[in-house]
């Protein structure tokens, strides 16, 4: 029997100037409470199809915890980035 062709390797789409500008956006973001992030999960869900916006916001939501674990106070009160709220953005 014949093998199964190998599956074509994963070609990444650039992104529109749209997407960049989400990026940016993303980029940018301070907002750390419930509110805030509620936003960055329908910016993520509104432009699921863009790698680079997925990644953006990812990247992003990074950032946010590393500046609240490095305030060495833990994450504030009335915080959004608690496990309750990230994981359904992630």
């Keep these: ?3 199964a062709p190998e599956p074509a390797p994963y070609e ?14 993303l980029k940018d973001w301070k907002d750390a409470t419930p509110q805030g992030l509620l ?5 993520l869900e509104a432009n699921d ?17 590393a500046d609240s ?10 915080c959004g980035l608690t496990p309750a709220a990230l994981c359904p953005v992630v």
């Design 12 to 25: 990444r789409r650039a992104a529109t100037e749209e997407e960049l500008q989400v990026v940016q956006q």
């Design 39 to 43: 936003k960055v999960k329908k910016i």
């Design 69 to 78: 674990k490095g305030s060495g106070s833990g994450v504030p009160a009335g």
């Design 1 to 3: 029997p014949e093998a």
């Design 49 to 65: 199809g863009s790698a680079d916006v997925q990644e953006g916001g990812l990247t992003r939501l990074g950032g946010l915890l």
